[in-house]
């Protein structure tokens, strides 16, 4: 058995699925210290440890998205920790999950796989220190990643305000990169594409959660922009309108949408949250794009309109340079409008 691809990008769930597990269980919970738990579907659970510290604890976990072990390794690590980043915290402690399929896989690849990760976590200043293993079918790899957090520095995703600017980090596509390589149609340009972004840490988080200008956050995964940013509305209590032309967007990515390639999530991201989101007579290859599965995506955040140019070429400043404003928060329904 050779360490391939899987044929998803790290998908969740879908949004349909997950809130018909959730629904069945208890929406608070009795411990007063549990800060932030599943009510808004967050990136992390946050617990009060003192007036001063909190805890981040989260985790994640998929088959690989690409061939080099190394490479995924980085991958699955970064977008672990990006869920740390989401809630305003610092990673400090990380743990493998190893599933390896005795027999069929060497142990040396999953030891590569733990070297990308390790490469990851020390650059996030966190201790990659054990965690546990199985055997299974297919090779799966994640961490499950604690941090720290001032409480009163918590980024939710159900903090926005009306009129707030929202800003994106990172250009979505990364599940059609992924989808591609999967039917060898990946370019070797567009790949280290792929790697840049998957491994870029949304290190940007912890800066963003000590400026009160900024009232919510959460990262771009498996339920594509609209899902997420559906999340923020949802969570507030809000609408949201985007402009489409303001979307970063990887430009491999597009070129491929138009030619029809797309990851089984983005269909199944759309049939499960479109009723909540107004699309003008976009042509398909777009809404793939606005539903796109990513692995490791951008911060997603909402920022008071007075502070948002400030806060986005500081953004750019670290590296992320396509970081955009693309809409802003409005009155009304939780939903999101689509603007050309």
């Known amino acids: 058995m050779s360490f391939a691809h ?16 959730l629904k069945k269980l208890p929406r608070e919970s009795r411990d007063s210290r549990l800060l932030v738990g599943i009510e808004t579907g967050d990136d992390a659970a946050v617990y009060k440890l003192t007036d001063d510290l909190a805890l981040v604890s989260t985790t994640d976990f998929f088959l690989p998205v690409v061939q080099d072990p190394f490479d995924f390794g980085q991958i699955a690590a970064a977008n672990a920790l990006s869920d740390v980043y989401a809630m305003g915290g610092r990673p400090v402690l990380a743990l493998g999950l190893v599933g390896l399929p005795l027999g069929k896989l060497e142990p040396e690849v999953m030891a590569e796989v733990l070297r990308g990760a390790e490469t990851m976590c020390e650059r996030a200043g966190a201790a990659l220190a054990g965690g546990h293993s199985i055997d299974l079918a297919e090779p799966m790899f994640g961490l499950a990643v604690q941090g720290v957090v001032h409480p009163d520095r918590i980024r939710r995703n159900s903090g926005a ?47 963003l959660a000590e400026r009160p200008q900024v009232h919510a956050m959460t990262d771009v995964t498996g339920f594509g922009l609209l899902g997420h940013l559906l999340e923020i509305c949802r969570g507030s209590n809000l609408g ?9 967007v990887i430009e491999e990515s597009a070129r491929l949408a138009k030619e029809g390639v ?6 199944r991201n759309w049939e499960s949250y479109g009723s909540d989101v107004e699309l003008p007579a976009l042509e398909l290859w777009q809404r793939n794009l606005l539903t796109d599965p990513q692995t490791s995506g951008g911060l997603l955040f909402t920022v008071s309109a007075d502070s948002a140019q400030d806060v986005v070429e500081l953004i750019r400043g670290l590296g992320f340079t396509e970081t955009a404003v693309i809409g802003q928060m409005l009155s009304g329904a939780p939903r999101v409008e689509v603007q050309t």
């Open 6 to 21: 899987g044929g998803g990008c790290g998908c969740k769930l879908s949004p349909a699925v997950l809130a018909s597990i």
């Open 161 to 207: 305000h009306e009129n707030d600017l929202i800003v994106l980090t990172k250009p979505i596509g990364i599940g059609i990169l992924s989808a591609a390589l999967k039917k060898e149609l990946l370019s070797k340009e567009a790949y280290r594409q792929m790697i840049r972004y998957t491994t870029m840490l949304n290190t940007p988080g912890q800066m």
């Open 240 to 248: 949201a309108v985007i402009e489409l032309e303001s979307i970063p």
């Open 262 to 267: 797309l990851t089984g999530a983005s269909t």
